[in-house]
């Protein structure tokens, strides 16, 4: 029988992707933190809470990703715990995460450390969050301060996360704090965000002149429900609005629509590598009723396998289809994102398979893919949806802290430890796979 093997670069990447809110616990100076004690603002009443414990114990999942044979990881450092009045250095906090990021490196990962993960100190979101009218200044004060204590341990800086959804969740669709409204607001928060990145950018390779500093963006799939006229102008508008207008800020230095017109000076080229954090599609279709949803309507293709708790489509080859886009920067690229919620792991391998067999397709087409970080090691708290959708490769009970690996960890294990997607791996986790995967010619 012929037989084939998707391989990657012997150098590639591979990691997980985690964020301090989500995992430390006890993170209680945020405005998360806040937001959480009014038990209608999370699904199910849940809240943060221990969250995976990493504040006490990440080591014990250090020692997890490495056994994984992981050689890299993304966390975020937490500016509350950092900053925990303006200008007010908490050193103590500092040597924690220098601890951490030390621990990585005695494991033999290299850390990715995103600066800022959706959470803001209660000062400054009680002064205004990112509408604050020295937002950037404050934001690159505070990361000053942490490319100093710990760029000892790495080079490799995210500003941001995911911009866009910051946002819009929060000053759009009001699901996250401060549980806004406002498209206007939405907007100016994004460009303070694309801004501060950029003064952040700058800022970090003062410091650290070799730095290797990227924006993890999130990008998802609009796609027109039918072919329409209207369909297709409405979804247009959306990838301009969630996935391109960022890009054009701090790649091009244009502000263009809906973020406004005209220069975006100072953003051009702030970007050393971008990060793609890529999840799912959706299909829009025009609808004249629904003004308040800027006359869009989402469905789901007909034939699509969704995924739990309402979180989209499964659509692996919108990874390549936004790789693909994002190769046009000339720039290396990161997968800083990218997994499924699925508690029982019914479906997570198959889908980790297809999404690293879009990557592995773009690489064919010598798209600069450098790594992957798997969203996520262990399940952690997921935002407005708190405990109720479950990412991990590895199963939390938040109780009792308990873990368990599910089957994809050992997957993804293997996949990373040979740089290879086998046919005798695919034939265990996902044989389904095998005649789609492995065509042989007849
Ligand atoms: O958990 C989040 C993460 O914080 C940001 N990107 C999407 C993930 C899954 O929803």
Redesign the pocket.
Known sequence: MLEAAFHFPPDFRWGVAT?AH?VEGNNTNNQWWAWEQNPGNIRAGHASGLACDWWQHAEADFDRAAAMGLNTLRLSVEWSRIEVAPGKIDTAALDRYREMLRGLRERGIEPLVTLH??TDPLWLSEQGGWLHPHITRLFSRYVEQVVRALGEFTTLWCTI??PN?YSVMGYLRGRFPPGEHDQGKALRVLRAMLKAHAAAYRTIHSVQPQAQVGLAH?MRCFDPARPRMLDRAVSRWQDRAFNQTTLDAVWRGKWTFPLGWGWARGLRHTLDWIGL?Y?TRDLLMFDRHAARERYTRTLHAPEAELLEGDYGELYPQGLYRALRRLDRLGIPIYVT?NGIPDADDALRPRALILHLHQLWRALQWNIPVRGYYH?TLTDNF??AEGWTLR?GLIALDEQTQERTPRPSANLYAAIARGDVISPSLVDVYAPELRPTLYLEPS
Do not use: C, I, R
Request: aromatic letters at 34%.
């Open positions: 964020a989500q993960h959706f996360n995911e959804v999130n954090n999840y994102e969203w997921e935002w990412f």
